[in-house]
């Protein structure tokens, strides 16, 4: 009897399992049949509602922020490889090409085949992609309606909305590309904030308060250089905000602006599913980069400026470089014949900007204008650092040839 009652017991849980798990099976089946329709979207790109481009207009760009998405459910660091016909093979087949994220990258659906969807979505590499999955990994996310936040890519800024305002303006370095890893451009898109990841090492770098949106890009801390004793030192890093730097994370602004936001701040009030848009910069008008953006040169007759104070083109006996100049100056005469160094990237001269965008129809002010350099202080909010803190050396001699010719790529 005693060894009979668990064996009754167990048949009778055995059996109640069974009755359980049928219909359930019956429902998952059910609602395989899914109106797929309801994912299909025009299939325009993300970037053609021009009106969109307006971050003036912060009612518009919260109507964005907030719009729900399709993303693939796969899990957040799970790749999923679109196919060029259903079963088929990878659409691209590089090491960080032809696939997307699941979970946290937002995709458009334009076709629908029995079981399988046509999709676009940008790859790793930044480019627009499309291709075949299946239908049951679409599923549609309503983003958190606490905050939302824009990347712009071409002035180098986070702008963090709520509420359908601009909430503050924060300097960033998205990823620089070079020839030998055109991968390290930060992908543009839609992005859901999917996980508090922390710090992580990048090389000799410590990156930390990292939230992930696309695989391994992160939006992060600006990262530093950590001392024996644990002391951070961020002067490697710090001065680049605002223009490209990073190997395609986010590198975020440290020091708090007037509004008390920093990357802590996102890191400690964000949302999961807090919607991330990395907006493109294909097309648009070249902007100009932050008026106090810090250059360097050899005053002792270099022939370049640099965006690296120890740029590894320039001779040992010259580094750390000297001088020390805003972006700004370079529209100085005592300046505007020193030319970029090719090696660590510097922003492009404003002269050449300004031709840029002339060949675009675009005058300087204009282009101004749109960035919120002229008639809106909010670009300016975030400097950390005053005009007055950079030398005004004397007039560089053009003498000499500091190249050492060694081409690096970081
Ligand atoms: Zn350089």
Same mark, same amino acid.
């Given at each position: 009897m005693t060894r009979e009652m668990p064996h009754k017991t167990a048949m009778f849980i055995l059996c109640a399992l069974m009755l359980w798990v049928r219909p359930l099976r019956a429902g998952v089946q059910a609602s395989t049949?899914?109106? *797929?329709?309801?994912?299909? $979207?025009?299939?325009? %790109?993300?970037?053609? $509602?021009? /009106?969109?481009?307006?971050?003036?207009d912060p009612e518009r760009v919260w109507q964005y922020l907030t719009r729900e998405v399709t993303v693939l $459910? %796969?899990?957040?660091?799970t790749p999923v490889y679109l196919l060029? @016909? +259903?079963?088929? /093979?990878?659409?691209k087949k590089g090491q *960080?090409?032809?696939f997307l994220y699941g979970s946290s990258v937002s995709v458009h659906v334009l076709e629908i085949s029995g079981d399988w969807v046509y999709i676009e979505g940008y790859d790793m590499t930044d480019d627009l992609i499309q291709g075949w999955v299946r239908a049951s990994l679409l599923k549609k996310v309503t983003p958190s309606a606490l905050y939302g936040i824009v990347v712009d890519k071409q002035s180098q800024r986070l702008y963090l909305y709520s509420n359908g305002q601009l909430v503050t303006t924060l300097k960033v370095s998205t990823g620089l590309p070079t020839k #030998?890893? +055109?991968?390290q451009e930060t992908a543009a898109g839609e992005y859901l904030i999917v996980s508090w990841t922390g710090g992580f090492w990048a090389d000799n770098l410590w990156c930390e308060l990292a939230l992930r949106f696309n695989g391994g890009d992160l939006l992060h801390l600006v990262p530093s250089l950590v001392a024996v004793d644990g002391t951070k030192d961020y002067s490697t890093t710090e001065p *680049? !905000?605002?223009q490209r730097a990073s190997h395609g994370c986010i590198r975020t602004q440290r020091v708090k602006t007037?509004?008390?936001?920093?990357m802590q701040w996102l890191w400690d009030n964000l949302k999961m599913n807090t919607k991330l848009i990395v907006w493109d910069?294909?097309?648009r008008p070249m902007h100009y980069p932050d008026p106090d953006t810090v250059l360097y040169y050899n005053p002792?007759?270099?022939r370049y400026y640099h #965006?690296?104070?120890?740029?590894?083109?320039?001779? $040992?006996?010259?580094?750390?470089? @000297?001088g020390i100049m805003r972006y700004?100056? !370079?529209?100085?005469s005592t300046f505007s014949r020193l030319v970029a160094c090719?090696?660590?990237? +510097?922003?492009? +001269?404003p002269q050449r900007v300004d031709a840029l965008n002339e060949a675009q129809g675009y005058t300087r002010e204009q282009v101004e204008m749109m960035q919120g350099?002229?008639?809106?202080?909010a670009i300016d909010a975030?400097?950390?650092?005053?005009?007055?803190? *950079?030398t005004t050396p004397s007039e560089p001699m053009?003498? %000499?040839?500091?190249? %050492?010719?060694e081409i690096v790529f970081e």
């Amino acid at each position: 009897m005693t060894r009979e009652m668990p064996h009754k017991t167990a048949m009778f849980i055995l059996c109640a399992l069974m009755l359980w798990v049928r219909p359930l099976r019956a429902g998952v089946q059910a609602s395989t049949v899914l109106n *797929y329709n309801e994912f299909i $979207d025009t299939g325009d %790109s993300w970037w053609n $509602d021009r /009106e969109f481009f307006n971050l003036d207009d912060p009612e518009r760009v919260w109507q964005y922020l907030t719009r729900e998405v399709t993303v693939l $459910d %796969s899990g957040a660091q799970t790749p999923v490889y679109l196919l060029d @016909k +259903p079963g088929g /093979e990878r659409v691209k087949k590089g090491q *960080y090409e032809g696939f997307l994220y699941g979970s946290s990258v937002s995709v458009h659906v334009l076709e629908i085949s029995g079981d399988w969807v046509y999709i676009e979505g940008y790859d790793m590499t930044d480019d627009l992609i499309q291709g075949w999955v299946r239908a049951s990994l679409l599923k549609k996310v309503t983003p958190s309606a606490l905050y939302g936040i824009v990347v712009d890519k071409q002035s180098q800024r986070l702008y963090l909305y709520s509420n359908g305002q601009l909430v503050t303006t924060l300097k960033v370095s998205t990823g620089l590309p070079t020839k #030998a890893k +055109p991968h390290q451009e930060t992908a543009a898109g839609e992005y859901l904030i999917v996980s508090w990841t922390g710090g992580f090492w990048a090389d000799n770098l410590w990156c930390e308060l990292a939230l992930r949106f696309n695989g391994g890009d992160l939006l992060h801390l600006v990262p530093s250089l950590v001392a024996v004793d644990g002391t951070k030192d961020y002067s490697t890093t710090e001065p *680049y !905000l605002g223009q490209r730097a990073s190997h395609g994370c986010i590198r975020t602004q440290r020091v708090k602006t007037s509004e008390g936001i920093n990357m802590q701040w996102l890191w400690d009030n964000l949302k999961m599913n807090t919607k991330l848009i990395v907006w493109d910069d294909d097309g648009r008008p070249m902007h100009y980069p932050d008026p106090d953006t810090v250059l360097y040169y050899n005053p002792d007759g270099g022939r370049y400026y640099h #965006a690296d104070e120890r740029c590894p083109s320039v001779r $040992d006996t010259f580094l750390p470089l @000297k001088g020390i100049m805003r972006y700004e100056q !370079l529209r100085d005469s005592t300046f505007s014949r020193l030319v970029a160094c090719a090696t660590c990237n +510097p922003p492009l +001269p404003p002269q050449r900007v300004d031709a840029l965008n002339e060949a675009q129809g675009y005058t300087r002010e204009q282009v101004e204008m749109m960035q919120g350099l002229r008639g809106n202080s909010a670009i300016d909010a975030d400097s950390g650092v005053t005009a007055s803190a *950079y030398t005004t050396p004397s007039e560089p001699m053009i003498v %000499s040839d500091e190249i %050492s010719g060694e081409i690096v790529f970081e």
